[in-house]
């Protein structure tokens, strides 16, 4: 069995791979992957040890029957690439790819910093 870790990482979409040792398979920088330009944004509100996570966001939507808005809750589960390594809590930037697993079909790209973006308030 050999060992072939490849230590130069990708730019995938305009995003730079973190020089970190990596050996995902399933990490659009590291790995075999490649990713498409359909990005969904969320907070991670679950890990699981074998490198998966879930998101959710939130979307308000109006009924015009009651002149009200709903709030509906969309929830994903995404790839956590092993040089990422997403927290519970952290907003996140997830790009569709090929089938990882039954469930998985994102990956996650990037951290999204609370500080330099404030889009909702
Ligand atoms: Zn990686």
């Given amino acids: 069995m050999t060992t072939t870790t490849k230590m130069i990482p990708r730019t995938v979409l305009g995003i730079p791979g973190l020089q970190q040792p ?3 398979r399933k990490c659009p920088f590291h790995g075999e992957i490649t990713v498409k330009k359909e990005l969904f944004r969320g907070k991670v509100v ?3 040890i074998n490198r998966s ?4 966001w ?3 939507h109006q009924v015009p029957k ?4 709903e709030l509906r809750r969309s929830r994903m589960r995404v ?4 040089c990422l390594n997403a927290q519970i809590g952290e907003e996140v930037l997830v790009a569709k790819t090929k089938p990882l697993s039954k469930t998985k079909h994102h990956v996650i790209i990037q951290k ?3 500080n330099s973006l404030q889009v909702n308030s």
């Fill in 22 to 24: 990596c050996t995902d």
């Fill in 46 to 48: 679950k890990r699981d």
């Fill in 53 to 56: 996570a879930t998101i959710e």
């Fill in 58 to 60: 939130f979307s308000s």
């Fill in 66 to 69: 009651y002149e009200r808005v």
């Fill in 79 to 82: 790839h956590n690439p092993s």
């Fill in 112 to 114: 999204i910093q609370k």
